[in-house]
């Protein structure tokens, strides 16, 4: 049996009269220092966004607000997971091509990554992406 | 002249077609590698938090969504700071009593730190911190 693309991740959650606290710390849920986070935000209806894959990059994704779906592929498989606030956290490593759509008009995704940002490290055509895969 | 408490920090912002990114990158505007991520949300009307110092933990403060009042204290100064979505995200460094307050019922507020959590980095008792301070 194949092993899954995704890896999903329960983010703990310390909820009290004050309200909520969630966290992601290394070596618990995040396995890696994060070098550079990102959060995509105020993210126009219809748009959908990535169309890429990375060759090293490892990265979390968390539902910060409202939802969002996340795909992924790594040539011959493909996956696809519903992302809400309150929901799993995604683990993403290197060699899958992914797309987000349907983002909520308030959704707040964050992405923290183990690298600082390179363009050498992003395949941004799936054709090459896929000659890649079969090459790596 | 003293040097401020807060560090103010400009979080470059991706806008385009699609929405918003916004970009938070250690050599860039993270002064440090992040080991844990925690968010306060769902803050309940007239809570503050925070009431405590650490003794070596800096920590990164960012507003995604609605706004919060930070105060910090080194014992002798205090400064105040409106935060909110899209405006500036703040560095703290250790030695500084910080409290939370006015937190917007919609706020998101994303805490990076260099450090894992360690109960021993905490002054929880606002005396006992103004004594460190004074044998710091």
Redesign the interface.
């Known amino acids: 049996m194949s092993s899954p693309l995704l890896e999903l991740v329960d983010i703990p959650q310390r909820?009290d009269?004050?309200?909520?606290?969630?966290?992601?710390?290394?070596?618990k849920v995040?396995p890696f220092?994060?070098?550079?986070?990102?959060?995509?935000?105020?993210?126009?209806h219809g748009?959908s966004?990535g169309f890429h894959a990375h060759r090293n990059l490892r990265q979390m994704f968390i539902c910060?607000?409202g939802g969002v779906t996340l795909a992924v592929s790594d040539g011959e498989r493909s996956e696809t997971f519903p992302m809400s606030a309150f929901g799993k956290a995604v683990v993403i490593g290197p060699g899958l091509w992914r797309v987000m759509s349907d983002?909520s008009a308030d959704c707040?995704l964050?992405v923290?990554a183990d690298r600082?940002?390179d363009e050498a490290d992003y395949i941004r055509n799936f054709d090459e992406f896929v000659i890649a895969k079969c090459h790596g």
């Open positions: 909820g009269a004050r309200g909520h606290l969630s966290i992601a710390e290394y070596g995040l220092v994060v070098r550079r986070a990102y959060w995509i935000h105020g993210t126009n748009v966004r910060l607000r983002f707040i964050m923290l600082e940002y």
